[in-house]
């Protein structure tokens, strides 16, 4: 039996990586430790709490003492680090909580995973789950490779950038085996409702305005949530050690593009006619310092692994809107308590 660590395993990309883990491998035991932040929801894993080869711990990556004993006490074999402040607007309004989660965090994983694999690190793996924001923004054409220089650009961007440095300087300077992978937008069941998406469908069932950031001409690259999961399995069994992988959806869409097919989606789904939610279209003030667009060269781990998305956009699309129509109690819960504060400080004046 081996000792995995999942962290941020109550999150949208979290939750997933562990459903796929503790029925996939029973042999390994997963350990999922997360903070229960506004992201983190045990509901998303409600049909994996019982089995035997999974344990759930509530507990904060920035507090050391705490992970230390907890790396001391199961002994890990491998980690897969997901656990994050993740939402880029809130990054805009509180740095501060990003360089502790993010960047603190991690070293307090690396030194933790350093310790108890002091006296032999083989067959043992830190993987650091990043994002292709790192890169910076790219104008109408190219696309980033993993050799492209960091270049980040928001508090969040800059925070996972941080992180991603910490582990090479590990790596090169203790030998600790971390791989490192940087993914595109993820789409698909259980995502906070602060993202474009599910944030959208939310808004559009509800009959409420569509804040699109400036223009709506900003681009991003989508990934079903399930396809990273199965890319996340790939490199962690077989990525060498000190290696990077950069995973993408091949599925650049103009925000302005994706919302509307969301409304055509939705306006069917929910009998209203054709058209009817394009109305709730509103362009507000930009983000500031909006990427413009971001698009992944995945021709590595399609290369080396085999790896390449599984799901079709039109299929993971409807997919994802049936989950949140099908999910409204899931939604209740989500968007009760903080969540009316959230959007009236970040939308209210906008
Ligand atoms: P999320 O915000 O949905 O989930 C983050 C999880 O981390 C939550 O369960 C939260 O409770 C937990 N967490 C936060 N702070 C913690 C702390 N101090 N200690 C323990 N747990 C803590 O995020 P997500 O969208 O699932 O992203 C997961 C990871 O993948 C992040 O590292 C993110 O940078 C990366 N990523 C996300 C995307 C995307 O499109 N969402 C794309 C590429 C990479
Ligand atoms: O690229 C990977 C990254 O994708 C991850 O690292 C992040 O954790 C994840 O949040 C996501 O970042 P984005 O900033 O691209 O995602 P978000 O859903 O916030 O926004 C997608 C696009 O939609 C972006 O161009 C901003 C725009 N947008 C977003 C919101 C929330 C709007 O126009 N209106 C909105 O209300």
Redesign the pocket.
Known sequence: MKNILITGGAGFIGSHVVRLFVNKYPDYHIFNLDKLTYAGNLENLADVCDKPNYTFVKGDIEDLGFVMELFRKYRFDGVIHLA?E????RSIEDPMTFIHTNVLGTVHLLNAAREIWKDSADGKKFYQI????VYGALGDTGSFSETTPYNPH?P??AA?ASADHFVRAYHDTYKLPTVISN????YGPNQFP????P??INNIKNNKP?????K?L????WLYVEDHAEAIDLIFHHAVPGSTYNIGGNNEWK?IDL?KKLIEIMDRKLGRPEGESLKLITY?TD?AG??FR?AIDASKVKEDLGWMPKVKFDEGFEKTVDWYLANEEWFNHVTSGEYAEYYEK??GNR
């Open positions: 994050a993740s939402h880029v607007d990043s994002t292709d924001e928001s969040y961007s996972k993914c595109s937008n993820n602060e993202k474009l998406i944030l959208f569509l804040p699109v950031y400036g709506g900003n681009v991003r690259d925000n919302i507000v983000r909006h990427d971001y970040m939308y």
